[in-house]
Every structure is written in structure tokens, then in C-alpha cells.
């Protein structure tokens, strides 16, 4: 089920990005767009899915974490297959979108909680 949520949103990014091509194409619709991948990722690393993430994620990926740990796309797929890593949400929040050309930026609320090692984590 989750294959085809991720598979249904590249799907959709694949449409959108051709339809970025027509100047007349609708902010609002790759704002949809931008906001379902950003829940497609959340629910990927919920189910531990890193065939999904690696599908959303670009190979020069890399991430500075809530402690300052830094990761490379290598290690985020790694770390995502760690179950003893159980979140129980991930969600974002007050999400909006940033353009830069043929770039955008969501910034917004990123709330995540569960178990990492068998301790309580709310971040």
C-alpha cells in the first residue's frame, strides 16, 4: 500500500514537472504536489520503506539532524532500515512553499515521535 502511495506521487511529480513547462502551469498545483511528497517521505520512513526514499531523494542528499548529526544519503537509507528506530508519527505542519526559478524550498513544522533504542524520543 505504501509502494503505491510513493509510486502514485512520483507519478505525479513526473506530470507536474512536464506541466512546469507550460508558463501558464498553476503555483498552486505544484504546491499540492511539493506537500505530498513531503507527506510521502514521512510515511516512508514511518514503514522503513528506503526503496521509497531513495526515490525521493537526490544522491547529493545530505542532512543535518535535531543533535547536529550529519548524514549522507548512504547513511539516511542505512538509518532508516535501523527498526530499532520506531517512530509512531512524523508530520508536518504550517508547510509553505519557497520558489527560486526552477527551485523550491518547504519550510514549515516537522514533528516526529516515537521509540529509537527502546527510549522515547518527541522531536
Known sequence: MMRTRVVVCL???AGSLADAQN????AHGNDSLLIA????WNQAQLHHDS???DGLVADTF????????FTTKTQFL???????YA???MTNSD??????GNAAVVAGIYHAKGLNKGKPFDH
Open 51 to 53: 526503496k521509497a526514499l
Open 87 to 89: 517512530p509512531s508519527l
Open 23 to 26: 508558463p501558464a502551469a498553476s
Open 37 to 40: 511528497l513531503e507527506n510521502g
Open 11 to 13: 507519478l505525479w511529480l
Open 62 to 69: 545530505i542532512s543535518t539532524d535535531n543533535d547536529g548529526t
Open 78 to 84: 542505512a538509518d532508516n532500515r535501523d527498526l530499532s
Open 95 to 100: 508547510e509553505r512553499i519557497f520558489l527560486y
